[in-house]
């Protein structure tokens, strides 16, 4: 089938008004948020519901036309946009929630539904939704299952996976399954909605899913610490997890990116002396949380100064200085976005050499580092490097594998470090990776040019990695 075939078939699944092919009413969807991918669609297709999808699917599978799922685009590692002439299928017409199951504690909602709705719908029926990140009004249900999310309260709650209780999905060749019955316990073979979770939309298209739900959290108080020795901060991370169990975000951040926040966003300096790292901390609990949090931190070692707040306004300012580090950071131009996770015993380590490292390698880049300290994850971003300059990303990548981490802790791997996988995955896992995706997807259509790297890379991992 040529293409004007396949957009004749799609505009009568879909309606000729959601077969956008324009490319200055698609222009916003071919490139990432970052600015540092960009690509090109014969046309944006946006279905209304799972059928719809289904038959989307089914008719590109048929004309062996490539797609990329599309949710809210805040994906950070290229993967959610059209690098390769793929056929973008945009999610977000796929927008219902159900009423909150309130015996269940769980809620199934659309993929296209924001992680902000979702979270608004559950505190109304008096529950909440474990995933909470800086996109939130625009990542997506399907997007945060297709690359596993994390965000602030994955100390508490876990990533995306665990509050997965079923899903609804597309397959390859337009056939649906659908396991949205929100049972607890159902051991009747391979959990499909698992292996979809994380699979960067390479072997299905997320339409709902059924979603576990917490308590919500009752009275909260976020603090923010100052020290002036990184291993102060980051001893006072263990001792946070170790004495708080009403524990909901631990978050790290520098002096420089501090300033550059305030820069940026114009914001007050929150301490009246320069400190080096700085420690964002909240809990959730029925009783006196600011007390808690006080005696909490008046037992840590190394603190310089504090700034502690109970209510709405105030804690939605201390979050400012750490949500506010992508945006502020982009304003420099668009930054290569590394996501790592260290060891707890490596993170010292990391965080006091890792800037000389990308200074050997790349003079005119500069280093910021923040991130979900709690899990031993650090946003690496590097500005001042052409886009296609992998030179500081590769030493990067090398100095965390060879501190036994990961090269990426919730954003994926999508197209931008694909060729870094073998340095974590072995040669088997990969060929089991693949072995999944061809079963699942044997012509290849679903979002092809993401996760696995060349197959070449895949059998000599170490000339990969360098190549
Ligand atoms: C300011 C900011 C803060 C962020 N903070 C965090 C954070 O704390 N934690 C974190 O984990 N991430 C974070 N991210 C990254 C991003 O928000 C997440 O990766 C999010 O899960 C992407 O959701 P999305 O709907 O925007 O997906 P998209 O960007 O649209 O797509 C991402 C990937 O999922 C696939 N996909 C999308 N929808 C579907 C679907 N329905 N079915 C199958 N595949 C699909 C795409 O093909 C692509 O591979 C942040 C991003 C920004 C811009």
């Known amino acids: 089938m040529d293409l004007d075939r396949l957009l004749a078939t799609l505009r009568d699944v879909v309606g000729a008004a959601h077969v956008v092919t324009d490319p200055s009413v698609t ?52 993967g959610g946009v059209p ?29 296209g539904v924001t992680i902000g709705a979702l979270q608004a719908h559950a505190r109304a ?11 939130r009004d625009s990542a997506t249900v399907g997007g945060t ?55 960067e939309g390479t072997l299905a298209i997320v339409t709902a899913a059924r979603l576990r739900l917490v308590p919500l959290p009752p009275n909260a108080a976020t603090a923010l610490l100052a020290f002036d020795a990184v291993d102060d901060a980051l001893d006072a991370v263990g001792e946070l997890r170790r004495s708080l169990d009403s524990l909901q975000a631990v978050e790290l951040f520098f002096a420089d990116g501090l300033d550059l926040v305030c820069e940026q966003l114009a914001l007050p300096s929150p301490f009246d002396a320069p400190h080096t790292a700085f420690v964002l901390v909240e809990v959730a609990v029925a009783n006196d949380p600011v007390g808690l949090l006080a005696s909490a931190c008046a037992r840590l070692g190394g603190v310089a100064d504090t700034v502690v707040a109970d209510d709405t306004r105030r804690r939605h300012l ?64 590097l500005t001042g490097l052409d886009p296609d300059d992998e030179t500081a990303d590769d030493a990067v990548l090398r100095f965390v594998a060879d501190l036994r981490g990961s090269i990426s802790a919730e954003h994926g791997i999508g197209t931008a470090k694909r060729r870094w996988l073998p340095l974590v995955r072995s040669p088997a896992e990969i060929e089991t990776m693949r072995a999944i995706k061809r079963a699942l997807d044997p012509r290849g259509i679903l979002n092809p040019h993401v996760l696995f790297p060349s197959v070449a890379a895949t059998s000599t991992p170490a000339d990969a990695a360098g190549g």
């Open 318 to 381: 201390l979050w400012r200085y750490r949500e506010g580090h992508p945006e502020a950071i982009n304003r420099l131009g668009a930054p290569h976005k590394l996501d790592v996770t260290l060891p707890a015993s490596a993170m010292g380590e990391f965080v006091a050499t890792v800037g000389a490292r990308v200074a050997d390698v790349a003079p005119h880049a500069r280093t910021w580092l923040f991130g979900h300290a709690a899990d031993g994850n650090l946003h690496v971003n």
């Open 145 to 199: 299952i297709a690359t596993n999310a994390g965000g602030v309260h994955v100390v508490r709650y876990g990533p995306t996976r665990r509050q997965v209780v079923g899903i609804e999905a597309v397959l390859a060749d337009g056939r649906i399954i659908s396991r949205l019955e929100g049972l607890e316990k159902d051991n009747t073979g391979d959990d499909l909605a698992g292996l979809v979770c994380g699979s």
């Open 27 to 78: 222009e916003g969807q071919v490139v990432d948020w970052s600015g540092r991918f960009r690509g090109a669609t014969p046309a944006v297709v946006r279905p209304a519901d799972t059928p719809q999808v289904a038959a989307v699917v089914a008719a590109c599978n048929e004309a062996r036309q490539t797609v990329v799922a599309q949710g809210g685009n805040t994906g950070l590692v290229g």
């Open 83 to 111: 690098l390769h002439g793929e056929l973008l299928v945009d999610l977000r017409r796929l927008d219902a929630l159900a009423p909150v199951d309130r015996r269940a504690g769980q809620v199934t909602a659309q993929a």
């Open 125 to 135: 029926a008096g529950w909440a939704y474990g995933i909470d990140l800086g996109a």
